[in-house]
């Protein structure tokens, strides 16, 4: 199961005590998982409603059953071919009341005695903050995915209006975030992309379980890269370790080898012999094994006078 399915089916069972939230939430799968069908008859609608999602076909049942006392019946497709997942089909028919359900979620307002379709969120269910947290609840339930924290951090709401998908982004952004509106094949997408944004959201509409899970994989991906990064700068500075004393042991044996290292001050002849004796040592350890003991920048400052005096014999020699 996807990291998004596994989201969904937490989110399906959690369940409002508030009517008020639970009209917010079904007004949100309503519009992101319905459609309407006109069955003749002035203004006589169906309400057709299509989910792949066993969980959410359920929560469907029961928010009609709850906050309309009916029992819409859940039918099982079978999809195409190459798709070859079920798909569940509810249908709420003019004699359920369809009419007077989309006008109490606001797809049905009426405008001089005509009832219009509304596609903007609907302002009168979402006064209180608990009940914009149930319809963004509703809407990633009905046409929402995440992807999988492992691979990216993606969160978008998928609507079939420009007018919804504008307004439900404005929704999203009234909690602080920063979404962000597309439009893909026809439909427009309201999306976010940066993991602390996603984390956020998956909190505001209670996915608390799919937070965790996110949260983890962050750390294990900020330790990962931390372990990756400390390695790189390591082996980077053990390469220039390992550069500066192939460079150091050249030149003292340059030096050797035309004037010998008898040319050098006492100083200078102790460490370069010192060197020479203990190539893999860094400039600590050689500090350590002199009489008396020096530090690194004392190490340091008498090897570069090696090298300046290997330099310099070196030009005189041309």
Do not use: W
């Not at 609907?122 to 339930?141: H, N, Q, T």
């Not at 952004?173 to 984390?199: C, M, P, T, W």
């Not at 350590?288 to 300046?308: C, F, T």
């Amino acid at each position: 199961m996807s990291f998004s399915s596994r989201t969904k089916g937490e989110l399906a069972r959690i369940y409002s005590e508030d009517r008020c939230c639970q009209l917010a939430e079904l007004a949100a799968l309503v519009r992101m998982s319905g459609t309407l069908q006109l069955i003749g008859g002035k203004q006589k609608l169906n309400i057709k409603l299509i989910t792949e999602n066993p969980a959410v076909a359920r929560k469907l049942f029961r928010l009609f059953k709850t906050l309309f006392n009916i029992n819409i019946e859940v039918m099982v497709k079978r999809g195409p071919r190459l798709r070859k997942r079920n798909y569940y089909l509810m249908i709420v028919t003019d004699d359920m009341g369809s009419n007077s359900i989309l006008k109490e979620i606001e797809i049905l307002k009426q405008r001089d005695n005509l009832f219009d379709i509304s596609y903007e969120t609907p302002a009168g269910l979402l006064e209180k903050r608990c009940c914009k947290r149930a319809y963004l609840r509703g809407a990633f339930l009905g046409g929402g995915s995440v992807s999988d924290p492992g691979k990216t951090y993606h969160l978008e709401f998928v609507s079939h209006s420009l007018v919804h998908g504008e307004s439900l982004r404005d929704l999203v952004n009234s909690f602080g975030l920063k979404s962000k509106i597309a439009e893909r094949k026809g439909h427009y997408v309201v999306y976010l992309k940066e993991g602390d944004q996603v984390a956020d959201l998956l909190n505001i509409i209670g996915a608390h379980s799919a937070l965790l899970s996110l949260e983890n994989t962050r750390i294990y991906k900020q330790m990962r890269n931390d372990v990756n990064r400390i390695v790189n700068c390591e082996t980077a500075n053990l390469g220039k370790v390992v550069n500066a004393a192939v460079r150091q042991i050249e030149n003292i044996m340059y030096i050797k080898d035309t004037v010998g290292l008898g040319y050098l001050p006492a100083n200078l002849q102790e460490v370069a012999q010192l060197r020479l004796k203990c190539r893999d040592a860094s400039l600590k350890e050689l500090g350590q094994m002199l009489n008396p003991p020096i530090g690194k920048s004392g190490v340091n400052h008498r090897l570069r006078r090696i090298d300046e005096i290997a330099d310099r014999l070196q030009k005189n020699k041309r």
